[in-house]
């Protein structure tokens, strides 16, 4: 079950206050537009606090970063628009 879960970057808060600095934002500024606190920023950027997800999203939407650890592309193969989709009826046997 956890396996699957999002694992956040050992360097988040670099990524979150490089991303934030290069578009010329400021902390208060960033915290308006994701219509948060500016403590909540702050916090972020020193590495005190882990970001929730919900807080995570959307940072990395609005700077255009990834804060997860390994990122890949590999979940493009899970979906379903694969013309080898298996059903039940392929892997079940009847006994008649």
């Not at 600095?21 to 219509?35: F, I, K, P, Y």
């Amino acid at each position: 079950m956890f396996d699957d879960m999002d694992e956040i970057a050992t360097d988040y808060d670099d990524r979150i206050r490089q991303a934030r600095e290069s578009r010329g934002m400021s902390q208060e500024e960033l915290a308006q537009s994701l219509n948060e606190k500016a403590s909540l920023i702050r916090k972020l950027e020193r590495g005190d606090i882990m970001p929730p997800d919900s807080v995570r999203k959307k940072i990395e939407r609005k700077l255009d970063i990834s804060l997860v650890e390994g990122e890949s592309d590999d979940d493009s193969e899970w979906s379903g628009g694969g013309s080898t989709t298996t059903t039940l009826g392929d892997v079940v046997k009847r006994k008649d």
